[in-house]
């Protein structure tokens, strides 16, 4: 019984998540217009075609806040939660008026982890697998500085993932989503704490939904770093606060796997960056949705297909964490993520120029090119 209807408290902060957030997108807008926060386009890493405000996060952190403000009365850290997405909101905020610098912005990431360690908001202890049931190992002193790379690594993958209409808050919701089943498969009564990551998913998974109405393609509003950074923040925290606080085996990368494709985009930007010489922190456009771009996908293609990789790699996840039936929904997004692909390469393939480099209409070529053989950075 609770299984079945554990996921009906999501639903009223869902709701209240998204219409909060639509209502406040146009104040944001004329907000970001006034700061000078617009984001201006060019030839090589902004994709969009006219100035487009981008401090929409304001309007997602307002969303997920009032959502939790009125039905996280269970929700034991909510308060706490509230202080480290407000902070960091703000902080970023800061940023996308004034565009600091990459190693201002790296300590800004930093200190948004330490404040969830100082806040109470820890992962005390991962479980391991064994022969007789998953086994908690305690972390002691290593709980802090781990728990600040989590977070960390939350906010740079969803950062780096907003880089095409419409991605990072729908792969965010998405994953929202899979922590939201976690909980509820989890759920032992009433006073549980995995109640209360069902109510935060639920508020998460609404103010996504209402930034999309303004963000799919062609988006009017981007999130900046104040979303971007937000998203990151709150998604760590409902983690740490859910399956990290349960002893199953492998509960920490039910997240980490469903965020599968960000999180290597990442990893492999940095060693990308490196291997040509440039700093890790250094934008360029070789992230996979800029790929995607220039292989000829439109950008709702491009979100779509971030979409289903992240539901498959989601449902993959729960798998593991022990819905046993999900990976059947799998393999059905699988097949038509197959299906989508085979017709689209029937339909439309991608245009070389002379030299082998894809040819994207209108603009010039990327910093990180692609040839047919391969990475030409």
């Known amino acids: 019984m609770i299984a079945s209807a554990g996921w009906l408290p999501a639903l009223p902060p869902f709701l209240l998540a998204s219409i909060v957030t639509i209502?406040?997108?146009?104040?944001?807008?004329?907000?970001?217009?006034?700061?000078?926060?617009?984001?201006?386009?060019?030839?090589?890493?902004?994709?969009?075609?006219?100035?487009?405000?981008?401090?929409?996060?304001?309007?997602?952190?307002?969303?997920?806040?009032?959502?939790?403000?009125?039905f996280g009365g269970s929700v034991a850290d909510r308060w706490q939660v509230v202080a480290v997405t407000a902070a960091i909101t703000v902080a970023m905020l800061v940023d996308d008026i004034l565009d600091l610098p990459w190693n201002a912005k790296?300590?800004?990431?930093?200190?948004?982890?330490?404040?969830?360690?100082?806040?109470?908001?820890?992962?005390?202890?991962?479980?391991?697998?064994?022969?007789?049931?998953?086994?908690?190992?305690?972390?002691?002193?290593?709980?802090?500085?781990?728990?600040?790379?989590?977070?960390?690594?939350?906010?740079?993958?969803?950062?780096?993932?907003?880089?095409?209409?419409?991605?990072?808050?729908?792969?965010?919701?998405?994953?929202?989503?899979?922590?939201?089943?976690?909980?509820?498969?989890?759920?032992?009564?009433?006073?549980?704490?995995?109640?209360?990551?069902?109510?935060?998913?639920?508020?998460?998974?609404?103010?996504?939904?209402?930034?999309?109405?303004?963000?799919?393609?062609?988006?009017?509003?981007?999130?900046?770093?104040?979303?971007?950074?937000?998203?990151?923040?709150?998604?760590?925290?409902?983690?740490?606060?859910?399956?990290?606080?349960?002893?199953?085996?492998?509960?920490?990368?039910?997240?980490?796997?469903?965020?599968?494709?960000?999180?290597?985009?990442t990893a492999f930007a940095i060693v990308r960056r490196r291997r040509a010489g440039r700093s890790a922190a250094e934008p360029d456009a070789g992230h996979l949705h800029h790929r995607m771009l220039a292989t000829g996908m439109s950008p709702m293609e491009t979100a779509l297909t971030f979409y289903l990789m992240t539901a498959i790699l989601g449902c993959v996840a729960l798998f593991i964490f022990g819905h046993k039936r999900i990976l059947d929904v799998a393999l059905a997004l699988l097949v038509v993520a197959l299906i989508a692909l085979l017709w689209r390469t029937r339909r439309r393939r991608p245009e070389f120029d002379s030299e082998g480099f894809l040819v994207v209409r209108g603009r010039r070529n990327m910093p990180a090119r692609v040839r047919r053989g391969g990475e030409a950075d």
């Open 106 to 265: 790296l300590a800004i990431e930093v200190a948004a982890g330490v404040l969830a360690v100082v806040l109470g908001i820890t992962i005390n202890y991962v479980t391991l697998p064994g022969s007789h049931g998953p086994t908690p190992l305690e972390l002691g002193l290593l709980a802090a500085p781990i728990t600040v790379v989590f977070v960390l690594g939350m906010e740079v993958s969803i950062n780096l993932l907003d880089g095409s209409d419409g991605v990072a808050a729908g792969v965010v919701a998405i994953v929202a989503t899979v922590l939201m089943l976690a909980a509820v498969n989890r759920v032992q009564g009433p006073g549980d704490v995995q109640n209360g990551v069902i109510i935060m998913s639920g508020a998460l998974m609404g103010c996504c939904g209402g930034f999309l109405v303004f963000n799919l393609p062609p988006a009017r509003v981007f999130m900046g770093d104040t979303g971007s950074h937000f998203l990151g923040v709150a998604l760590a925290v409902i983690s740490v606060l859910g399956v990290a606080k349960i002893a199953v085996a492998m509960a920490l990368f039910v997240p980490l796997i469903a965020l599968g494709l960000p999180i290597g985009d």
């Open 23 to 70: 209502v406040l997108i146009p104040a944001t807008m004329f907000a970001a217009r006034r700061a000078g926060a617009v984001a201006q386009p060019d030839a090589d890493r902004h994709l969009h075609s006219e100035p487009t405000p981008r401090l929409g996060g304001l309007a997602i952190f307002g969303g997920f806040t009032v959502a939790l403000i009125v």
